[in-house]
């Protein structure tokens, strides 16, 4: 497990967004009650799955770091054909790095209550199965679709740096 600055550090070195911003989407989901809080320096918590799946969510949907905590609530609750939501398979994947190797790219479509999972096919090929996620009432929306993704390959990195033992009282 991370502390919160190993974690944003690394986000930020993954996806190439500022680490300022990511600092910033980290004190809005904090404020909202969606990241884990306490001390500073060796008594800060220990960022896991879920603070993980909720940073993931607020990049994905938001172009609007003061935004996050509704885009990550409206995000976690799509739901899938067999009733899975969003949140909770994000929440598996970030469990279980295992998991995490099996996706080619999430994307979020921004202005549309939509998202959807490219996971691999057992071959590792990028011919893989997708998992599509909406909101209940579909809703047609005019204008230009703004998507957001990131790659298997940035959620995998993160899974396992938050899964690493030895990221615990601050060593990286």
């Not at 799955?49 to 609530?73: C, H, Q, W, Y």
């Not at 099996?102 to 939509?114: A, D, F, G, K």
Request: charge should be positive; hydrophobic fraction near 35%.
């Amino acid at each position: 497990m991370a502390h919160r600055t190993q974690l944003n550090t690394q986000i930020a070195s993954l996806t190439g967004i500022s680490k300022h911003t990511i600092d910033r989407i980290g004190v809005n989901l904090n404020k909202g009650g969606l990241l884990h809080s306490g001390g500073r320096g060796r008594h800060a918590p220990d960022m896991g799955p879920e603070d993980l799946k909720n940073i993931i969510l607020a990049m994905l949907g938001s172009e609007s770091t003061g935004r996050v905590f509704e885009s990550v609530l409206k995000l976690h609750a799509l739901t899938s054909k067999d009733g899975q939501s969003l949140g909770d398979v994000l929440l598996e994947i970030c469990s279980e790095p295992k998991r995490a190797k099996e996706i080619m790219q999430i994307s979020v479509l921004r202005n549309y209550p939509q998202a959807t999972i490219y996971w691999k096919d057992e071959s590792g090929t990028r011919v893989g199965r997708m998992q599509d996620f909406r909101s209940s009432p579909k809703q047609e929306q005019q204008g230009m679709r703004v998507v957001a993704s990131i790659s298997g390959k940035v959620i995998n990195a993160l899974v396992e740096f938050v899964s690493r033992p030895e990221n615990v009282g601050g060593n990286a």
